[in-house]
């Protein structure tokens, strides 16, 4: 499975669309469709389906590979093993949404990761030169996650805090020094409207206990027995809670456009910040560097491509040009077999470029993944998944030490857009 796919939870369908939201390719299971029945099923009506819950469900996280490769299993298996599944394709689906939430909320996920991060949670050693020079330069840092402190702790310090090659602790607390605000169980992407009236609460890092605030500022206990905050680094506030409000107010936030986030979710971390704050948003998109990798390897294949598409063309103008010759000037006994066999001969080649195309492209696509193709392409158009990229993402790229390539004062400009009738004329 791949991101940007949508499960048709009523027929069992997987779906990859375009841009425009046109079934390009389908599977029902493993089973793939042919072009016929995606036809009849989704171009056959009056109205266009939205492609939106609650009927679809959208594939656009890592976290939701799984699901879908298990739906299809199950599709797979209830129509190979008729009477032995009863429910529906849509309760099928329900039931495996139901179980990975389970293995989410009740912390088996997140046990079996904190007991070995090493073999779930690949090593950057440019992550902590990256967060310095941001902040040398004079910018805050801020961690949103909707995990909760024990386990954020046992994974930013495996990737932030001092080990050494063969051990690391998870009771080391030096990580936070790389940060200005860390929130916790923030529950995005309802943390993203300020609207949202969720209590702030400060964590205290060594014990994990919460502490009441109002609106961020500290609240004396009405128990004075109770222990203060250990405050071990007192450069950085741990909290569990709130709203993006507090965020803003804790880092003294004035305007929207001060603010970069990164993030992997394009509905959970992008889309909401992007639309309904205006924050400058940049997608981190892990598939992209093998995307990359291919395209550079696969640019003469691609300009033939393109050259089999440009020939497609002409042969059909041709065609449409005779025809129309035929129709209304007529033909007389001297022309009339010469225009017909040339017709013919040009409906020949048609077919010959149509297939050599044809399989060209499906080589091509395969190239990048055997079943879905490219990651940001259906066919010649964007692909659901780029068209939201393209839409909501600011900046994108395959992983966030990327950043560290370049200054913290670096503008990062647009690429010109272009129209369809300048492409030819002033793309360099």
């Not at 912390?107 to 690949?122: C, F, H, N, S, W």
């Not at 969720?198 to 994990?208: I, K, Q, T």
């Not at 680094?233 to 880092?251: A, E, I, T, W």
Request: glycine share 6%; hydrophobic share 35%; aromatic share 10%.
């Amino acid at each position: 499975m791949v991101r940007g796919l949508v499960l048709d939870k009523k027929r069992g369908n997987i779906l990859k669309m375009d841009r425009h939201k046109y079934v390009k390719v389908a599977y029902h299971g493993f089973r793939e469709m042919s072009k016929e029945d995606k036809v009849a099923t989704y171009r056959s009506t009056l109205t266009r389906d939205s492609f939106d819950e609650p009927d679809y469900a959208l594939i656009d996280t890592l976290f939701s590979l799984a699901e879908a490769y298990l739906f299809a299993q199950l599709v797979d298996f209830k129509d190979k093993n008729p009477g032995k599944i009863l429910a529906d394709y849509s309760r099928m689906y329900k039931d495996v949404r139901a179980a990975v939430d389970l293995c989410h909320r009740d912390g088996t996920l997140k046990q079996m990761v904190a007991k070995d991060p090493r073999r779930y949670i690949e090593e950057d050693t440019s992550i902590v030169p990256m967060i310095k020079m941001i902040k040398e330069s004079g910018r805050a840092t801020f961690l949103v996650t909707n995990s909760l402190w024990d386990y954020t702790n046992i994974v930013m310090n495996f990737l932030c805090g001092e080990k050494t090659v063969s051990s690391w602790s998870a009771t080391n607390f030096d990580w936070l020094q790389y940060f200005d605000v860390v929130i916790t169980g923030s529950a995005k992407p309802g943390f993203f409207h300020d609207e949202n009236r969720a209590n702030l609460f400060e964590v205290d890092p060594e014990s994990g206990m919460l502490l009441n605030t109002d609106n961020g500022t500290p609240m004396p206990p009405v128990d004075t027995t109770l222990r203060l905050l250990s405050n071990i680094d007192k450069s950085c506030r741990v909290f569990q809670g709130g709203n993006v409000g507090h965020l803003h107010k804790l880092l003294s936030i004035e305007s929207s456009s001060q603010v970069l986030y990164i993030g992997d979710h394009i509905y959970g971390d992008i889309l909401h910040s992007k639309k309904a704050l205006g924050w400058r948003t940049m997608l981190v998109v892990p598939e992209l560097e093998r995307e990359v990798e291919l395209l550079w390897q696969l640019r003469d294949t691609r300009k033939q491509l393109q050259l089999l598409r440009n020939e497609r063309d002409h042969i059909e103008d041709e065609i449409h040009h005779l025809k129309w010759s035929i129709r209304f000037d007529g033909v007389n006994d001297d022309n009339g077999e010469k225009i017909l066999a040339e017709l013919d001969k040009l409906k020949c080649q048609s077919e010959q470029v149509r297939l050599k195309h044809q399989r060209a492209q499906r080589e091509c696509h395969r190239m990048f993944h055997k079943v879905w193709g490219q990651l940001m392409k259906t066919g010649h158009q964007n692909s659901r998944f780029a068209h939201q990229v393209e839409r909501f993402a600011c900046l994108y790229t395959s992983q966030v030490t990327n950043l560290s390539l370049y200054s913290p004062d670096k503008c990062y400009r647009p690429g010109e857009d272009f129209m369809p009738h300048e492409i030819n004329i002033l793309a360099l």
